[in-house]
């Protein structure tokens, strides 16, 4: 079994994620620290590869933590907790905002709470709906190819799309898996492998909740995330000095090919790689594996352009 501990350390840099730093990004290291855990839970991996995650983990969350003293008397049971950050995403899942973060992070918690509710304490369920909270009236997310920000809030899904209907969790990671392969060449840009890779999280979220007996949630997040298929839908229809429209403050044209991993997360070598230096991707070098796996282990045939397409979402040093 891994650590249990990344859960506890993961939920609290979650939680403090807006009192440490007036913002709602310091929370990836949280959900990174819980993708780690479930990533080593989920797949056979080597003694070896393990070790070396949690190695990962465990220096990542050094970084990221806070010393604050928790009240952790004030125990609550897992229903309880659940309740709690379930009343804060109500408010949010209907719209996109930040590519899904606010389902990530919702789903990630609730998966974490669930599998240790002794850290279920009213501080850490509170923190994180009101970060989950805190996402009413953002932006759908900030770098896009084809369309503004304010494009994909108008966005509307018709027959033209030819989605089929999705109504569990495997519908939909065959549909994900299925999109990712459909891509000829990612692009190293937010608008491009970045925002693909949050295609596998968001995803990966709806079905969390799913899983955990909120179909309702389930559905009612699917919209959302399919406004974000259709973006990258047509990003697939350009190359790297595209005429449409790249609205981004950190992406220019031409973009860049992605490099391609040579290495797997189920390998152990993939992580000896020093991913210090690019801050684990964000937390991205965890929560892109778990999501990806998750999804492939829930179907019997993957294509095969799906994981080779994977490995361009990939970080490496």
Not at 257 to 263: P, Q
Not at 266 to 283: L, M, R, Y
Request: hydrophobic fraction near 40%; avoid cysteine.
């Amino acid at each position: 079994m891994p650590d249990k501990s990344f859960l506890k350390e993961g939920l609290i840099i979650m939680a403090q994620s807006r009192e440490s730093t007036n913002n709602i990004w310091e929370a990836h290291f949280g959900a990174a620290a819980i993708a780690g855990y479930f990533f080593i839970k989920e797949n056979q991996l080597s003694a070896e590869a393990v070790n070396l995650i949690e190695f990962q983990t465990d220096l990542m969350i050094k970084q990221h933590s806070q010393e604050t003293v928790i009240n952790e008397e004030e125990r609550l049971d897992f229903s309880h907790a659940e309740d709690i950050i379930l009343k804060a995403l109500e408010e949010t899942i209907d719209e996109l905002h930040w590519v899904g973060h606010n389902v990530i992070y919702a789903a990630l918690s609730l998966l974490a709470l669930k599998e240790a509710p002794g850290y279920s304490v009213l501080y850490v369920s509170t923190q994180i709906a009101e970060l989950v909270r805190s996402f009413a009236k953002t932006t759908p997310g900030r770098s896009w190819i084809g369309y503004s920000a304010s494009d994909v809030k108008k966005l509307t899904l018709d027959e033209k799309d030819k989605i089929a209907e999705i109504n569990d969790p495997y519908q939909l990671s065959a549909f994900v898996l299925e999109e990712l392969a459909q891509f000829k060449e990612i692009y190293h840009a937010e608008a491009h492998h970045d925002l693909i890779g949050h295609m596998l999280t968001f995803s990966h979220a709806l079905n969390i909740l799913y899983d955990l007996g909120h179909n309702d949630y389930f559905q009612r997040g699917l919209p959302s995330f399919l406004k974000l298929v259709k973006v990258l839908r047509v990003s697939r229809e350009g190359s790297g000095s595209s005429t449409k429209k790249l609205i981004s403050p950190v992406d220019r044209y031409p973009l860049i090919k992605a490099a391609r991993s040579e290495y797997l997360p189920i390998e152990a070598v993939f992580w000896k790689q020093h991913f210090t230096a690019s801050d684990w991707d964000f937390g991205h070098v965890f929560k892109f594996p778990f999501s990806f796996y998750n999804h492939l282990n829930r179907l019997t045939a993957v294509p095969e352009q799906a994981a080779e397409n994977f490995r361009y979402i990939l970080s490496s040093d």
